[in-house]
């Protein structure tokens, strides 16, 4: 089983939809998960971190659940601005930022007219 | 808004030749980490950085591969003898540790080996 999984898509949505993405990692002992964006040959900018209770961000959801190993994201709204792939990232270890990120392979996301 | 800064933004080079990439992190933080991406597949953790030392590093980051702060602010990384494939995209990130285990990433290093 890979590290960290996610579906490939992509997801083409129309405008004002709601979307979801789903990322399951296999390190049960991981403590902080993230979800960060990347546009076409650009860096992975962060777009949330992912708490237990779940947070939200604007049109933006994430949550964890740990029971099963899988962090989610939501988007509602979506908007033409939103297109790109949604990488997810676990960091194994929770020691204050020392530890690697270890990234899925993203999921791309196409919001069209 | 701080961000990390990486130079050059592209840098072409004949295998066998040595590299620096260079990376100014975010000036408050402490941990600092470069990553790679291969065109085409996910971002791959290489080594990260703290107090001076290595904290951990990836299969990847073999003896061709160094790392230096060599002032306050710089934070390089090194191949020593560059391969057809360590063509790829090589980012910077930066955390400030403490409660937040965030990281940031700059803009990268296209680095292309002919």
């Known amino acids: 089983r890979k590290e960290v999984e996610q579906d490939p898509g992509p997801f083409n949505v129309p405008e004002g939809a709601t979307v979801a993405f789903n990322c399951t990692y296999s390190?049960?002992?991981?403590?902080?998960f993230f979800w960060y964006r990347q546009d076409c040959r650009k860096e992975p900018k962060l777009l949330m971190s992912v708490y237990s209770s779940g947070n939200e961000d604007g049109r933006f959801t994430a949550q964890l659940n740990r029971a099963s190993q899988y962090i989610s994201l939501l988007i509602r709204d979506s908007k033409l601005s939103d297109s790109a792939t949604y990488l997810c990232?676990?960091?194994?270890?929770?020691?204050?930022?020392?530890?690697?990120?270890?990234f899925g392979t993203g999921t791309q996301l196409k919001v069209e007219l | 808004e701080p961000e990390v800064t990486q130079t050059p933004s592209h840098q072409v080079t004949q295998m066998g030749q040595e590299v620096i990439l260079r990376c100014v992190p975010i000036?408050?933080?402490?941990?600092f980490y470069w990553y790679r991406q291969i065109l085409g597949q996910k971002v791959e953790f290489l080594v990260s950085?703290?107090?001076?030392?290595?904290?951990?590093k990836s299969e990847i980051f073999d003896d061709q591969f160094s790392v230096e702060r060599p002032d306050g602010s710089n934070f390089t990384l090194k191949i020593r003898s560059t391969k057809l494939e360590d063509s790829a995209m090589y980012f910077c990130?930066?955390?400030?540790?403490?409660?937040?285990?965030?990281?940031?990433f700059g803009p990268g290093t296209r680095l292309t080996v002919t």
């Open positions: 950085f703290y107090n001076n030392e290595i904290s951990e």
């Open positions: 990130a930066s955390s400030n540790g403490g409660s937040s285990y965030e990281q940031y």
């Open positions: 000036s408050n933080h402490l941990y």
């Open positions: 990232a676990v960091n194994p270890r929770n020691t204050g930022g020392g530890n690697k990120l270890t």
């Open positions: 390190n049960s002992a991981s403590q902080s």
